[in-house]
């Protein structure tokens, strides 16, 4: 917490109390997001893209994610997962996903 208040002090009188604040909400925003996609993927994903299991693509496969990235699109690649496909679920075991949640997720396992 030390750390953060010197932070703010300092950057304050530089940019601007406001600015500052704004730079650190959106740093800390950030940091959330990607922990709570990692936590999605952990409890939806995994289970068939750690081991690809029936052909899923396997996370960090990026070749694998960037072909199917240019293939289909990302758009269709969303529409895959909202929709099911033979091996997989629709929303891919994630109930509560969004499109931008399955961005992220399609994001997350291509790197």
Not at 20 to 44: F, G, H, P, R
Not at 67 to 83: D, E, F, M, T, Y
């Amino acid at each position: 917490m030390r750390s953060i208040t010197a932070f703010l002090a300092k950057t304050s009188h530089a940019l601007g109390g406001s600015v500052a604040i704004l730079m650190l909400s959106t740093a800390m925003i950030n940091s959330v997001a990607a922990a709570d996609t990692e936590t999605t993927y952990n409890n939806s994903c995994a289970a068939c893209h750690d081991s690809g299991a029936l052909n899923a693509p396997k996370k960090g496969d990026s070749a694998k994610w960037q072909q199917l990235k240019q293939q289909k699109g990302l758009p269709a690649l969303i529409n895959s997962v909202k929709g099911g496909m033979i091996q997989m679920p629709a929303g891919g075991l994630c109930d509560s996903c969004s499109d931008d949640d399955y961005r992220k997720l399609i994001d997350y396992m291509s790197k």
